[in-house]
């Protein structure tokens, strides 16, 4: 299985990037699909989240009503647009995969995934 994570860069603040999660090696249908983010010296921490056909969707407070995630079958893709920007987002952002057992609705929790990406860096200046 591999997660490819891109779109990650350099940005002023109130700025937008948007990130790609290309999954290759599983059903893609059969997955929760969530984004994470870990800055400098802090824990891994959850962004968003969306279930296995894309109809729930999931956020941290920190950025609801500015970032959106959604997902794509036909290309087995999960995306994060990543809008306004601000310092405190810049992270390394990570994609993260898990399969669905009972309940499609997206995770927050980290431990519960079976799948990451390599992450791709996202810088925001001030």
């Known amino acids: 299985v591999q997660l490819q994570a891109c779109g990650g860069g350099f940005v002023q603040a109130g700025g937008s990037l948007r990130l790609s999660c290309a999954a290759s090696?599983?059903?893609?249908?059969?997955?929760?699909m969530g984004w994470f983010r870990q800055a400098p010296g802090k824990r891994r921490a959850f962004v968003a989240g969306i279930s296995r056909i894309g109809d729930n969707t999931a956020y941290a407070d920190s950025v609801k009503d500015r970032f959106t995630i959604s997902r794509d079958s036909a290309t087995r893709a999960v995306f994060l647009q990543l809008n306004i920007l601000r310092p405190e987002d810049t992270a390394v952002y990570y994609c993260?995969?898990?399969?669905?057992?009972?309940?499609?609705?997206?995770?927050?929790?980290?431990?519960?995934?079976?799948?990451w990406g390599q992450g791709t860096l996202v810088t925001v200046s001030s």
């Open positions: 993260a995969a898990r399969r669905v057992i009972v309940t499609d609705l997206p995770i927050c929790d980290p431990d519960e995934f079976n799948y």
């Open positions: 090696g599983l059903v893609f249908d059969n997955y929760l």
